[in-house]
């Protein structure tokens, strides 16, 4: 299971962006609180469409409790602290639970606990004009790495709503 676990996020546009890829894959999305918005916020149901309530998601009020109730599986820790890209891992094994922790927009992952795990931490990499990416484009990025290695399960190759094949039967 590929779980997306989002660290005290801030703005809701980007957790509806990211609800709405959660629930496009399939991944199970973890909210640690203090969220800095409102699950009613009218920009995060924007962003996330219609498509928040096929997202499987779970609040939490802080990351000891997320931490409790998550013991088993791997956890990666994505930061611009991070010494190897998100790239150079294994996430082939189907059998394990993938917890990808992203941190909050203007601070990130706190220090302590990316101290811990540093051997566990992370980066897609950028050049040194920014600081970091757009953390649901961050998000994007490594869950569709994971999805990639995993061959895309239970994700369709070809469109389903309008059919395989849509533009070869299209009439112009």
């Given amino acids: 299971m590929i779980n997306i676990v989002l660290f005290e996020p801030e703005i809701p546009q980007n957790t509806g962006n990211i609800m ?3 629930a496009g894959t399939g991944a199970h999305l973890h ?3 203090p969220l800095g918005f409102s699950l009613s916020d009218k ?14 998601y779970k609040i939490y009020e802080d990351y000891e409790d997320f931490l409790s109730k998550n013991k ?6 994505l930061t611009r602290y991070g010494k190897k890209p ?3 891992l294994d996430f082939t094994d189907r059998n394990k639970n993938i917890y990808l922790v992203f941190g909050k927009e203007s601070t990130g992952i706190r220090k302590d606990i990316l101290k811990n795990n540093l051997d566990k931490c992370i980066r897609i990499p950028t050049n040194d004009k920014i ?4 953390l649901s484009n961050c998000v994007a990025i490594v869950l569709f790495e994971v999805l990639r290695q995993q061959d895309y399960p239970n994700l369709s190759k070809t469109e389903i709503i309008k059919g395989e094949n849509f533009l070869e039967d299209l009439q112009l």
């Fill in 31 to 33: 909210l640690i609180k």
């Fill in 131 to 134: 600081r970091a990416l757009n």
């Fill in 43 to 56: 920009y995060l149901k924007r962003s996330g469409v219609n498509y928040i309530e096929n997202c499987d």
């Fill in 86 to 88: 998100h790239t150079s």
């Fill in 20 to 22: 709405r890829t959660c």
């Fill in 72 to 77: 088993e599986g791997d956890f990666y820790y």
